[in-house]
């Protein structure tokens, strides 16, 4: 039991190491994904401009667009999370018994929970929409620092 308690920990610091990564290839992807899309988005971003939006609108109009995008991809997420939590610690509680009659004794008393916290919530929807803050403000600059003459000029 020791050997598992000592797996599951060792699991908890891949996890989080984890975490890190996936969270900074998260940030690049989106920053590279919103340049794009509002690259494409050059002549509306540039209309706007000219007929007096602010630039500050348009990034608001953006950054709700993604927000938007967000919820959904959360609400499937914690959807979908405790099925997947739990064949994943099934899985590796299988994988930790080394032995058989360990194996039939851990199937039989293993009881594994998997819950979703109102507070695994407010974490993940504060993560998801400081990374799409982050994405879209980043993604922005390249396109609002320039001024409708030059990007209705770059259109034709």
Known sequence: IQSMAENFNNMKQLSEMLLIVVSAASFIILSLIFLFWMKNRTQEIGIFMALGESKKKIWSQFLWEAMLIGVLGLVLSFMISPALSKMTASYM?????????EQKEA???QDIEIEVTPDMLIKDTIAIGGLLFISVSVAGI???????KEILSEMS
């Open 93 to 101: 509680a299988q994988q930790s018994q080394s032995q058989a009659e």
């Open 142 to 148: 390249m396109i609002m620092r320039k001024k409708p």
């Open 107 to 109: 199937s039989e008393n």
